[in-house]
């Protein structure tokens, strides 16, 4: 007596459909649809907020003897800290 048949909820889907109708019905799975991707596209956006943006790496230029390469030095600082 706990659990239900196919039969008992094949008549329960019927009664359903019937109350709210089919249209309804439709829409709600559209719209329950449209919530479970933005929920997965948000979830995935969200890590890949967490992750580190990947640093540009400049290709290594050569240098001919005898020249000097001038460059300006800077301090690395760690957002999250300030």
């Given at each position: 007596?706990?659990?239900?048949?196919?039969?008992?909820?094949?008549i329960v889907l019927?009664?359903?459909?019937?109350?709210?109708g089919t249209k309804?019905?439709?829409?709600?799975?559209?719209d329950l649809g449209?919530?479970?991707?933005?929920?997965?596209?948000?979830?995935?956006?969200?890590?890949?907020?967490?992750?580190?943006?990947?640093?540009?790496?400049?290709?290594?230029?050569?240098?001919?003897?005898?020249?000097?390469?001038?460059?300006?030095?800077?301090?690395?600082?760690?957002?999250?800290?300030?």
């Amino acid at each position: 007596m706990g659990s239900f048949s196919i039969w008992h909820w094949l008549i329960v889907l019927v009664i359903v459909a019937l109350i709210f109708g089919t249209k309804k019905l439709r829409n709600f799975g559209e719209d329950l649809g449209g919530a479970v991707k933005g929920f997965k596209k948000g979830m995935k956006d969200a890590s890949a907020e967490d992750e580190p943006a990947p640093q540009p790496t400049v290709p290594p230029q050569r240098v001919q003897s005898g020249e000097t390469i001038d460059v300006q030095a800077t301090e690395k600082s760690d957002a999250s800290t300030q």
